[in-house]
């Protein structure tokens, strides 16, 4: 999800710079869509990982 995201803002500054500014507004507002979501994610599942990990017990 984060290289969609990093690839949708690549996209929207590639056709900013070639003058397509609908294009590139549209596409740089679907990356901060997938950035935000990404990170939504992140921090639900390092906060599940925390609160519910497993302990690491010692090999014997």
């Known amino acids: 999800m ?3 995201a990093i690839a949708f803002f ?3 500054l590639v056709s900013f ?3 397509a500014n609908g294009v590139g507004g549209l596409s ?3 990356g901060k869509t997938l950035l935000v979501v990404f990170l939504i994610l992140a921090v639900i599942s390092f ?3 925390f609160l519910g ?3 690491n ?3 014997t």
């Open 47 to 49: 906060a599940a990982n």
């Open 28 to 30: 740089i507002e679907v």
């Open 53 to 55: 990990g497993k302990k």
């Open 10 to 12: 690549v996209i929207g």
């Open 17 to 19: 710079l070639l003058g």
């Open 2 to 4: 984060l290289r969609a």
């Open 57 to 59: 017990r010692p090999l």
